[in-house]
């Protein structure tokens, strides 16, 4: 039997579906049995039974130099997490070239495959030979943030609840009816536990109130069910409802504190604070180093708005801590009394590589600013860099090879003796240097990084395999500097000082900085593994996007939940006062900024000073399809809250 190739087997089944399947689209029907009508290859898909038929016209992607002349195209989206891989089989359509388009099918039996309000977007191989993204072309009807949108404006039946209270759980319920009986809605606790529904209490045409017959514990994980729907509808009680009236303004982390009075042996206090809103207990432990038992422990009190804290009657400088943070079991609990493992602190300024505990440190004083002022966003000329890359094969000493001292240093020549390092940027006439991530971010141990490596010949001759080698789009402590930048053989927390001295150091040569902040996922969940380290510990509930069934949604392992949490909005603010009280940096360039809530991104400004330069990604949003349907919370270009990148422009460059 010979065998088929997988484009001929895709452009059979094609023709069959053709043929044989009456055509249904959200958009306008055409009545033969035809090929797709010109509405669905606007739309970039057709309807043909439980089959989503993916469809691109080269005709309708047309620039200066006529119509696209694709060598291969590629369907990606939020169903397969914006890969950009051309080669996967499975998502590369195949040409009729009969009727000059390209298509997939792909099974899609009750939207299993693709949800409908999935975004999309076309990738093709042009002429070039380069892969590139493709904006819908003008006129299509389904249209949102830059993407195609699959069955767009169509509301499939669905039920969102929120817990208010112990005795409140609202619950909107769209694309079918809302009932108004006690005993069309099931509340079940996520042990199995029923707890009867004693009154619904109509508010909007959509909404309701349903009063359960007993009291619930709000910290606890709930469901709620339409059983008499088919098939059930069903939500997790989100604690939205609780939580977006919930703020503090104390401040977090560990403080130092001087009381002023000189005359008393307890002149020093350091207060220890966190959030975590659903804990029942929390308790910080003190370490003298990175390793060993715990000298001491305090059970910490909680106030009204989920802070915990407690004060140490000394200067705790230089001191190693974590926590315990205990509560509920359940989806998405991950407390230490559940995983057994001790917390660090999410406003730590110092951590020693990721893992483990943080140090108390004072707050630093910043760099003296540029003699002339920060540039404005139009006169920005910036150098992108990356530390390690920039300074490990400087002609310095070991000891500074890779570091943030070694960028820092004047008077460096090549064998030419052509100026290099700083002196080399100063000669190219940039006015700002872009330094990729400096917070603290997730480097595997070593050992790991140089097994996962050990057959790997092409990351051996590259030196990625002896140098644990990362861009840093893996934050895990933002309040804290790169442990990994400081000069080899000072302590930890030195990189914090060493730091300020680089921004110094560009300011005195009148050069502003800007760093890469990373918003919008955190390095605890990546190439499939999930870290306790912060978030996921201290409540996964609080700080991340997250599924009915507790786990992380994402393209990159976790989204950052900015929108509903007024303390992750703050947490947003307070890393960049920080790095502009602290350090004196004069900017921040937002990695996929479009994952962070519009609202939060405009008050993050708001709160630092007018001449702080912002600019960042609009491209991928969240997969949260609530997110994605709020246009107060989705952007794209039109309503961007900051300075974009460009990708028109980009591309054309490329």
């Not at 016209?57 to 195209?73: F, I, K, M, N």
């Not at 008393?264 to 207990?281: K, N, Q, V």
């Not at 920039?390 to 100026?419: C, Q």
């Not at 804290?480 to 005195?508: C, I, K, N, P, S």
Request: charge should be negative; proline fraction near 7%.
């Amino acid at each position: 039997m010979s065998k088929i190739s997988p484009a001929r087997s895709i452009a059979v089944l094609v023709a069959a579906l053709i043929a044989a399947a009456p055509p249904v689209a959200a958009q306008e029907a055409d009545p033969t049995r035809g090929a797709p009508t010109a509405a669905e290859r606007a739309a970039g898909y057709a309807l043909r039974g439980d089959t989503t038929l993916f469809v691109f016209d080269p005709a309708l992607y047309g620039g200066p130099q006529g119509a696209t002349v694709p060598s291969r195209v590629v369907v990606t989206g939020a169903f397969r997490g914006w890969s950009a891989d051309m080669e996967d089989a499975a998502y590369q359509l195949v040409s009729l070239s009969s009727q000059s388009i390209w298509v997939l099918p792909v099974p899609n039996a009750g939207y299993a495959a693709v949800a409908p309000g999935s975004p999309f977007k076309f990738r093709v191989d042009d002429a070039a030979g380069m892969g590139r993204w493709l904006d819908p072309p003008a006129g299509a009807p389904n249209v949102a943030g830059g993407n195609h949108v699959f069955l767009f404006g169509v509301t499939p039946p669905r039920l969102v609840a929120e817990l208010r209270g112990e005795r409140a759980v609202w619950v909107r319920v769209t694309g079918a009816e809302r009932p108004l009986r006690p005993e069309a809605y099931r509340i079940t606790r996520w042990d199995g536990r029923d707890v009867p529904v004693a009154s619904v209490l109509p508010n909007e045409a959509e909404t309701a109130l349903l009063v359960p017959a007993e009291a619930l514990a709000t910290n606890q994980v709930y469901y709620v069910e339409m059983p008499g729907t088919t098939p059930a509808l069903r939500s997790m009680a989100r604690f939205d409802g609780l939580w977006r009236d919930i703020a503090s303004t104390k401040l977090l982390g560990a403080e130092v504190v001087d009381q002023g009075n000189r005359n008393t042996p307890i002149r020093y206090h350091t207060d220890i604070r966190l959030f975590a809103p659903r804990a029942d207990s929390v308790r910080v432990y003190l370490y003298d180093g990175t390793a060993g038992a715990e000298r001491e422990s305090h059970a910490m009190r909680r106030d009204a708005d989920g802070v915990w804290e407690t004060a140490l009657p000394r200067d705790a400088t230089g001191d190693w801590y974590d926590f315990g943070v205990f509560g509920p079991a359940g989806p998405g609990s991950e407390f230490t009394n559940q995983t057994g493992v001790r917390y660090s602190d999410p406003y730590g300024r110092v951590s020693d590589d990721s893992w483990g505990r943080t140090r108390i440190a004072r707050r630093t004083v910043p760099a003296t600013p540029l003699a002339a002022g920060r540039p404005a966003i139009e006169d920005v000329v910036a150098y992108e860099v990356h530390v390690q890359d920039f300074t490990d094969r400087l002609p310095v000493s070991e000891d500074l090879r890779g570091t943030i001292p070694a960028m820092a240093m004047p008077g460096l020549t090549n064998s030419r003796g052509e100026p290099i390092g700083i002196d080399h940027l100063v000669r190219l006439g940039v006015n700002t240097v872009h330094l990729m991530p400096m917070q603290e971010y997730l480097h595997y141990p070593d050992t790991t990084w140089a097994a996962a490596f050990a057959d790997d010949p092409f990351m051996q001759a590259q030196g990625v395999a002896t140098e644990n080698y990362d861009w840093g789009y893996r934050i895990t402590h933002y309040m804290a500097v790169e442990g990994r930048y400081r000069r080899r053989g000072t302590e930890a927390g030195a990189e914090r000082e060493q730091f300020r001295d680089l921004v110094q150091a560009f300011h005195d040569r009148g050069m502003a900085v800007v760093v890469d902040f990373v918003f919008n996922h955190t390095g605890e969940n990546m190439e499939g593994r999930d870290n306790l380290m912060t978030f996921n510990g201290i409540d996964k509930h609080y700080y991340y996007r997250l599924g009915d069934d507790g786990a992380h949604i994402g393209s990159y392992g976790n989204e950052v939940k900015s929108e509903n949490r007024p303390m992750v909005q703050r947490w947003l603010i307070d890393q960049c006062r920080a790095y502009v009280e602290e350090f004196g940096v004069d900017g921040f360039r937002i990695d996929l900024a479009g994952q962070t809530d519009e609202q939060s991104l405009r008050a993050v400004r708001a709160a630092l000073p007018a001449d702080v330069i912002w600019y960042g990604e609009p491209w991928i949003g969240s997969n949260d399809p609530d997110f994605e349907a709020n246009p107060a919370w989705d952007w794209y270009k039109a309503d961007s809250p900051i300075t974009y990148f460009q990708d028109d422009a980009r591309n054309a460059w490329q």
